[in-house]
């Protein structure tokens, strides 16, 4: 029981944890229970493992702080970690060497009964709160991640929770530029602001960033379609090296949302195959997006220009929730003071910054390897967020990242000149 000099957890905070636990529970729903053990994309884990691994991390996290002891140490390990192979080697396990599903729901019931209630008696030390805040956005992040992964499932192994939900449909918008003054700019959050966040954030820094031009909408699937029938994956001037190394070796010739369909492309909706949304953004790689920069005779932007063009733009206190990308003219939070659209909740968006510590950056003592473990020169920062981006995770200093090869994230661009 609580002493009179300790203070109970923020109930709003506990609030946050059983809200995030219930959107990953309801998306595990999508999948039918005979495909919970497939691998929708190759560089990933089993559907299963996540399911063990959002508690097994929350009880990782938070054990030894609420002073629980250990009831299964060997899937405390196996549901650990996920995967992100750089070396180009994929996963190569069965689904039978994976625990049964109800040895798995068995153990995330207990993990859940057991943190509930430490959690309920525990005082709100600043360690706890910040541990929590950890374990709720993590689960927010792997519900996009578990979102762009269904996708990529065969229809027949997902059940729509709301059929009757439609599209966001606004008119088109012509391409236009805005023109960025040279001007000052802040990366990251200050430490001693007391503000929650990741340790790749911190400590925050300013740039001097010099004038540039950058697209005012993201570059859509009709604008990328001109350079897929271009001949834009055939010819490698548009690559580096080893981004053309990749489409060799892979076949790759269109973005993996898109369906060949005869002399066509249609798009792989979330439920259905629609015709291709012309005006909404388009969702690539890095290294697609990078191509298409060289064939338009621009560049992708840095993650200092992105925030530059951002200034003034406030992103949504709510994310739509869409399945797929909204045409680039709907309205996600508010436009920069320089004219720049749809930065937040509509798609992340690739910048041409290799994903590195700020100066002053400190791994966070109980998960160092969130951010150092990446800091390898083979991912690249995106910035904004996507229409399954959870809200709090909408701020101008959250800092994602991604390899240049992997298509799968809802990701788009915009261009630059300098």
């Known amino acids: 029981m609580l002493t009179g000099s300790e203070v109970a957890i923020d109930r709003g905070l506990l609030r946050r944890l059983s809200e995030a636990r219930h959107e990953t529970d309801r998306l595990f729903g999508i999948v039918k229970q005979g495909s919970l053990y497939d691998r929708p994309i190759p560089e990933r884990h089993r559907i299963v493992f996540y399911i063990g691994h959002l508690e097994a991390f929350d009880w990782n996290l938070l054990r030894e702080t609420l002073h629980l002891g250990r009831f299964s140490a060997e899937y405390d390990k196996l549901f650990a970690f996920g995967i992100d192979p750089v070396d180009g080697s994929l996963p190569n396990d069965q689904p039978c060497d994976w625990p049964t599903l109800v040895q798995v729901e068995s153990y995330r019931r207990r993990i859940r009964r057991e943190l509930d209630d430490a959690l309920s008696d525990a005082d709100a030390t600043e360690e706890l709160i910040q541990l929590l805040n950890i374990a709720i956005e993590h689960r927010l992040m792997h519900a996009e991640t578990l979102e762009y992964m269904f996708h990529q499932l065969t229809y027949a192994a997902k059940r729509n929770p709301n059929p009757s939900a439609g599209q966001i449909r606004t008119a088109s918008v012509t391409p236009a530029v805005s023109d960025i003054p040279g001007g000052a700019v802040t990366l990251g959050l200050k430490r001693s602001a007391g503000q929650f966040g990741w340790d790749n954030e911190f400590e925050s820094q300013t740039l001097e960033v010099p ?45 993996v949302f898109w369906v060949p369909t005869g002399s066509e492309f249609r798009y792989r909706s979330m439920f259905e195959e629609i015709p291709l949304p012309i005006d909404s953004a388009v969702f690539v790689s890095y290294a697609e997006a990078s191509a298409y920069a060289r064939w338009a005779g621009k560049d992708l932007s840095t993650e200092a220009e992105w925030q530059r063009a951002a200034e003034g733009a406030k992103p949504p206190q709510e994310t739509r929730q869409l399945w797929d990308p909204p045409p680039v003219g709907a309205q996600f939070g508010s436009g920069s003071q320089f004219g720049v659209e749809g930065l937040f909740g509509t798609g992340w968006e690739w910048t041409r910054t290799a994903f590195a510590p700020f100066p002053g950056f400190r791994a966070h003592p109980a998960y160092p390897g969130y951010s150092a473990n990446f800091f ?8 904004g967020g996507s229409t399954r981006t959870a809200a709090c995770l909408l701020r101008k200093s959250f800092r994602n990242w991604f390899q240049p090869h992997y298509q799968y994230v809802y990701a788009g661009f915009r261009c630059v000149t300098r």
């Open 211 to 255: 004038a540039f031009s950058i697209d005012q909408y993201k570059v859509t699937n009709g604008e990328f379609l001109k350079f897929v029938e271009s001949g834009g994956y055939s010819r490698p001037s548009y690559w580096s090296a080893a981004d053309w190394e990749w489409i060799t070796e892979t076949g790759v010739r269109h973005p």
């Open 376 to 383: 390898d020169g083979q991912h690249y920062v995106m910035k």
